[in-house]
């Protein structure tokens, strides 16, 4: 289970980012978060792992977001972010991926067996040795996700995920991201993509919840979305 409880960020100009927002996600369900530009999205997700100050509460699988429990937050929940560049700075992909293992205190044998069950799953094998220098947009979002996936997390968060990708990449990762089982938050202005990947939406406005309820219903609600700035 997933939940935000009046959620608040606030940037120390006053501005309030992300308003009271509060939302459960069941064990395995997938949910856009939609919006307008300075809706509040990635607001919320950097906040959500405690890379930006908030009120209000922030539960993973029992854990709650507190300075004694981050690093057990963050285990728990994963972070795709926006630029993959962000994530791969090793000088291989190998090591991108097994930097979250090796700081986890595990073995040599256990970072080897999941930097290969990431590698394999997403069918990247082929980049285990490469420098991120050298890859595609959708090769390095595809490396950045396993770099998340290592650390084996039951709640993933993705911060527009279709950014920097052509359209073979992005049908790739729409049946990647059917197939993983966790649950999922995604942050996307690509509804048809949104639609394809989650069942539900949680749309934002101007930091504020505005709508939330069946992905099918709500994305396909031309007056909604342009009340809510979409």
Known sequence: MFVLEDLTVTYPDGTRAVEGV?????????????????????????????????????????????????????????????????????????????????????????????????????????????????LSGGEKRLAALASVLAMKPSVLLFDEPTAFLDPRARRNLIKIMNGLPQTKLIASHDLPFAGAVASRAIVLKRGRLFADGAAREILRDEKLMEEGGL
């Open 22 to 134: 509060s939302f459960r996600l069941a064990p395995g369900e997938s949910a856009v978060l939609a919006g307008a530009n300075g809706a509040g999205k990635s607001s919320l997700i950097l906040a959500a792992v405690g890379v930006l100050p908030s009120t209000g509460m922030v539960c993973a699988d029992g854990v709650t977001l507190e300075k004694k429990n981050l690093a057990d937050l963050r285990r728990r929940v994963g972070v795709l972010f926006q630029n993959p560049d962000d994530q791969l700075f090793s000088a291989t992909i190998y090591d991108d991926i097994a930097f979250g293992p090796r700081n986890m205190g595990l073995s040599a044998e256990e970072t080897e067996r999941r930097v290969s069950e990431a590698l394999a799953l997403l069918g990247i094998e082929y980049l285990r040795g490469k420098t991120a220098l050298k």
